[in-house]
């Protein structure tokens, strides 16, 4: 039980990675987009 509880620890925390790294690229992508209009 402690193993699983240690597994939807570590995929939430994933998840919450790949979200930043997904906001973090849309945000570079807007300032190069306006950089270029």
């Known amino acids: ?3 699983w509880l ?3 620890d570590w995929l939430d ?3 919450g990675l790949i ?3 997904g ?3 849309v945000v570079i992508t ?3 987009a306006r950089l270029f209009n």
């Open 1 to 3: 039980m402690v193993d």
């Open 6 to 8: 240690d597994w939807f």
């Open 13 to 15: 925390w994933l998840i």
């Open 19 to 21: 979200g930043l790294i």
């Open 23 to 25: 906001l973090i690229s």
């Open 30 to 32: 807007t300032l190069i």
